[in-house]
Structure formats: structure tokens, C-alpha cells
């Protein structure tokens, strides 16, 4: 009797060992995974920020990270392009935006308080409102604080449809052939209304704008913001 009950206790002890190594096995092989899966995602931002091409950078990092449609709004041929999360384009517009060439942040704060009416780079994520329907129509798509960088700045730099108020000078703007007329607003990304319909179809708020940058000394890059997230900010701004 005193012999199973020694045995008994043996085996107990045995089993706790087993218990304590297979733990100890099992979280090392956590760590090593999580180790790993950051690895994998830091060598992919690694990769993208390598590359040159700001506009594939953000096609590359949606293909990873997007399970959603975006636009990239491309200053330098004035267009917005609406792409699905594979990276595939789905429509294209020509845009008018802010008069002032550059990409800093449209902050009211320009040369002797001369607002600037820049058209700023980076990445947004838009926010559905209705600002002045009469001159806008019945919605506007914002960017949000961070277009604006100042929080208790009135400007609100959106995407939304040619304003009513302006659509004379505007519209022949649009419709004149040249390029550089379409710098044309404070800083606002502008669209006829029949696209500006179109495009109503196929985002919505939530959803990610990419402005590329068009300073020749200027990048995006993915860097991390307070929540932790890589996002594409400016290296100039």
C-alpha cells in the first residue's frame, strides 16, 4: 500500500515536470511566432519605404493591408483614382485643386497670414458631412483634422463637387484644356458632378485617401502614429 501511494506520488511529480516543460515549450514558440510575424511586417514596410515610386509604395501597402477601395489623388495631372484593395483601378477623374503649389498642410498660417491654399499630402481618412448644402450639394467628403493640422482651424479641406458659387469660373477652368488652370480652389479637392456622383458610388466615410506629395524633396513614408498603426506621413512636413 505504502509502495502505490510512493508511485502515486512519483507520477504526480512526473506529470507536474511534463506540465511545467510543455508550457515553457509552447510560450517559447509564441514568442518565436509573434517574433516572426512582426519580422514579416516590418520587412514589408522596410520594402515599401525603399521604394521610390510614391504612388506604388501606397498601392503595395494597400495590397497588404487593405481589405477596401481607396483613392489616390495625384496633384501633378490633376486626377483621382479610385482602386480596389488589389490595387486594380476602378475609375479615374480629373480633379481641381488648391491654387498654391506645394504639399504642406493647409493651415491658415501663410506668408503674412495669407492663407495657404495647398492641396496637403499624405494619408486621410474621410469623413462624411454636409457643409453648406446649397453650395455643395447634399454631402461633402472631408480629410479630416490632419488636413487642416491646426484642431481649431475653421478651413475644411474636402473632396466635394465644383461649389455653386464658383462653378462659372470653375467649370471653364475644367473645360479649357490646360492642366494649370485646374489649381483652382483653397485647397479643397474639386470634381464635376456627374463624377463626383460617380465617385459617391464607390467610397464612402471611413475609407482612405492617399494625396500624393508633388515637392521634388518630399516623400511619404509609413511611420507609426499614437494608436500604434503605421500610416504614410510626410518627410518634409
Same mark, same amino acid.
Given at each position: 500500500?505504502?509502495?502505490?501511494?510512493?508511485?502515486?506520488?512519483?507520477?504526480?511529480?512526473?506529470?507536474?515536470?511534463?506540465?511545467? +516543460?510543455?508550457?515553457? @515549450?509552447?510560450?517559447? &514558440?509564441?514568442?518565436? *511566432?509573434? =517574433?516572426?510575424?512582426?519580422? @514579416?511586417?516590418?520587412?514589408?514596410?522596410?520594402?515599401? $519605404?525603399?521604394?521610390? =515610386?510614391?504612388?506604388?509604395?501606397?498601392?503595395?501597402?494597400?495590397?497588404? $493591408?487593405?481589405?477596401?477601395?481607396?483613392?489616390?489623388?495625384?496633384?501633378? =495631372?490633376?486626377?483621382?483614382?479610385?482602386?480596389?484593395? %488589389?490595387?486594380?483601378?476602378?475609375?479615374?477623374?480629373?480633379?481641381?485643386?488648391?491654387?498654391?503649389?506645394?504639399? =504642406?498642410?493647409?493651415?491658415?498660417?501663410?506668408?503674412?497670414?495669407?492663407?495657404?491654399?495647398?492641396?496637403?499630402?499624405?494619408?486621410?481618412?474621410?469623413?462624411? #458631412?454636409?457643409?453648406?448644402?446649397?453650395?455643395?450639394?447634399? +454631402?461633402?467628403l472631408s480629410l479630416g483634422q490632419?488636413? #487642416?493640422?491646426?484642431?481649431? #482651424?475653421?478651413?475644411?479641406?474636402?473632396?466635394?463637387?465644383?461649389?455653386? &458659387?464658383?462653378?462659372?469660373?470653375?467649370?471653364?477652368? &475644367? %473645360?479649357?484644356?490646360?492642366?494649370k488652370n485646374n489649381r483652382m480652389?483653397?485647397?479643397?479637392?474639386? &470634381?464635376?458632378?456627374?463624377? *463626383?456622383?460617380?465617385?459617391?458610388?464607390?467610397?464612402?466615410?471611413?475609407?482612405?485617401?492617399?494625396?500624393?506629395?508633388?515637392?521634388?524633396? $518630399?516623400?511619404?513614408?509609413?511611420?507609426?502614429? #499614437?494608436?500604434?498603426?503605421?500610416?504614410?506621413?510626410?518627410?518634409?512636413?
Amino acid at each position: 500500500m505504502k509502495y502505490l501511494i510512493r508511485e502515486t506520488h512519483c507520477m504526480k511529480k512526473i506529470i507536474l515536470i511534463l506540465l511545467v +516543460l510543455i508550457s515553457m @515549450t509552447t510560450s517559447a &514558440f509564441a514568442e518565436d *511566432f509573434n =517574433d516572426l510575424e512582426d519580422d @514579416t511586417l516590418q520587412d514589408k514596410i522596410s520594402k515599401i $519605404n525603399s521604394l521610390e =515610386d510614391n504612388e506604388v509604395k501606397v498601392k503595395e501597402w494597400a495590397r497588404f $493591408n487593405s481589405d477596401t477601395n481607396y483613392v489616390i489623388v495625384n496633384k501633378k =495631372d490633376c486626377s483621382a483614382t479610385i482602386y480596389d484593395k %488589389y490595387g486594380e483601378e476602378i475609375s479615374n477623374f480629373e480633379v481641381g485643386i488648391g491654387t498654391e503649389i506645394g504639399d =504642406d498642410y493647409n493651415d491658415t498660417s501663410g506668408l503674412l497670414g495669407k492663407s495657404k491654399n495647398t492641396t496637403p499630402a499624405g494619408e486621410y481618412t474621410l469623413i462624411t #458631412n454636409i457643409f453648406n448644402k446649397s453650395a455643395y450639394g447634399d +454631402l461633402t467628403l472631408s480629410l479630416g483634422q490632419k488636413a #487642416n493640422k491646426a484642431p481649431n #482651424n475653421k478651413k475644411i479641406v474636402a473632396l466635394h463637387k465644383v461649389p455653386k &458659387f464658383r462653378e462659372k469660373d470653375r467649370l471653364k477652368k &475644367f %473645360y479649357d484644356g490646360d492642366l494649370k488652370n485646374n489649381r483652382m480652389s483653397h485647397g479643397c479637392i474639386n &470634381f464635376l458632378d456627374g463624377d *463626383f456622383k460617380e465617385l459617391r458610388k464607390y467610397i464612402h466615410g471611413g475609407l482612405k485617401v492617399y494625396i500624393l506629395p508633388e515637392e521634388t524633396d $518630399n516623400q511619404i513614408l509609413l511611420t507609426k502614429n #499614437n494608436k500604434n498603426e503605421f500610416e504614410f506621413t510626410q518627410t518634409k512636413y
